[in-house]
């Protein structure tokens, strides 16, 4: 029996197992939300009220979940309005599949009503893309784009579906194998490549592991912690890899760059041999090229090859899966002979690094006000207590976003999901609805500022609307925290436009919108509204008053090496 | 270092536009670039010209492997390989200098043509260094109007009949 594209469409989301799907309706795309109706039972539909929050709510499902995140959008505005968060889950390489409703073919590059070349737009941030001009070949595209999005390094797909072709008949048959002639990733680690890795790591007096996202993809942690504690190797991470190596760990030195701890950027500009697992050596993270780690040899393990040398020239790089290269590299280090008593050979290093952490730990001055970095400490402390491991932190973007980094201690791999390459103010709340449907049984906290809230808060009504009880911790400093920390350090104080005169009142906001609002403006009122906000089953915004002229700390500025941090 | 890069494609609507998304993006510049069906119709043939150290070639050669419609990047710099490009040239040519530019037609083995009373259109065939050896002895007698068709190249066979192997190693 023929079926139309749109039930063609809904049975492959089915073979593909897909059980959510974020999305806004339109003209474009009105058969495919018909016929949605009828597959209510298997797939559900979470109806969001902006496209951008529809895929930054697949992406925090995908993140959190490891699953493929879909998106279900219309033509034209409601394609470019998904644009910002295919461009952030592009950045961190995650899996999504976008569906975008697409004018009729005969009318496609005639202006027509909402009409957007959303192909040739994405075109630059997605994996790949695609436009479906028969319905015949439906089918195998959807496959192929569920393939791509979540095989080699992940990311988004993006799929355009005329509307004639969604209307249209067709034979269905998903098939069970593609093949794509232009498409093999390189899972396994070239053997040479590994032994020689080995044999570096075997001899380094003062080595590093530098763990990235990557691990967190390849669901490699668990071969990384082995590495390091087999060997005593330090281990620091970018803002991506947090969570892949326990936070409480002694051999954990916290993230390194920009706003990395003092400790980290001196190990890595000190060690002899940096390991760099499923990272990608970013300018946030190296700081001046040149003066990256100078005296190192670099082992570099990715799955994209363009990610190796593209920065920083590597001495060894390894092509392949975060987690099969780690396997292969534990065992050739086994085969290398007897395992060198490590921690022994690394004392002297591990020293030097105490004593680093000793020099200049995290930290903050106390004042009369709430401390932004007090409100991280207290969540962090009361979610351990009350919800063990149990709970997923996302963050926007900005000062929130690195005080979470820095003073969160994520122990878990996927319990932080941050825009971290594109760093999308936005991005936090929508993510923790979606890793909230993915979980329901977490405890789902965004750490938010007052700025970044506010370009998605309308993703409250979502949130209500599904009842799910995320947490919204706003550090409100009545401003652009970040930009003004740059005003202050960069430009003489002169803080143009990013003081907000007008902020709204968060808690009235929330109860507009059916959710729970909670406020603290004092110190001790900090710890009985984060109680009371885990404890209450329902969307909570949490309005912290914080201290305006707080500054992270360290930083590097722009363009400086490592070394030349600011200091609190 | 000039390069030149020879790239197997999916013969689809779009791929030159990622390819050329992918130059301009990056940041990355092509010389030329010249593209045509093979012999499988559902393949094409891209010969690129870039420029750029040696860091940036193995990006561009790296980057276009990530695309999903490349199926086969080769720098044939370095390589035994021949290249070719074909120059149409519109040649003013008056009663005093006609005689002249057939000389020059004969002697670079190129051909005439269309001709008019007053010009010549000349076909010339060979390697950049040729084609511009051809343009500077034209130029004086009034070159009118000049197309180009940038680089074609392919790989020698080697003697022992194997084909020269692309340089491409990502490890």
Redesign the interface.
Known sequence: MKKTGAEILLESLRQEGVEVIFGFPGGAVLNIYDALLKYAEEIRHILVRHEQGAVHAADGYARASGKVGVCLVTSGPGATNAVTGIATAYMDSVPLVVFSGQVPTMLIGNDAFQEADIVGITRPCTKHNFLVKDVNNLAITIKQAFYLARTGRPGPVLVDLPKDVIADTAEYNYPAKIKLRGYNPTYQGHPRQIKKAAKLIAKAQKPLIYAGGGVIIANAAKELTTLAQKYAIPVTTTLMGLGCFPGNHPLFLGMLGMHGTYQANMAVTNCDLLIAVGARFDDRVTGKVEKFSPYSQKIHIDIDPTSISKNVLVDIPIVGDAKNVLRALLKALEEEGPPPDSAKMHSEWLKQIDAWAKAAPLNYKNSSGIKPQFVIQKLNEILREMAGDNFIITTEVGQNQMWTAQFFTFTRPRSLLTSGGLGTMGYGFPAAIGAQVAFPDKIVVDIAGDGSFQMNIQELATAVQYKLPVKVAVLNNHCLGMVRQWQQLFCDGRYSHTIFELVPDFVKLAGAYGAVGMRATKPEEVEPVIRAALSTPQTVVMDFIVDREECVYPMVPAGAALTEMILL | MKHVISVL??NEP?VL??IS??FS?RGFNIESLNVAETLDPTISRMTLVTRGND?II??II??L???????KVQDLTGTDYVEREMALIKVSAQSSSRAEVLRIVDIFRGRVVDVSPKSFTLEITGDEKKIQAVIDLLVPLGIMEIVRTGKVAISRVKKNGGNESSKIS??
């Open positions: 494609v999916d779009g536009s990622r998304g992918l993006g860091q193995e990006q790296k980057q492997n990530k695309l999903v419609n490349v199926i990502e490890e």
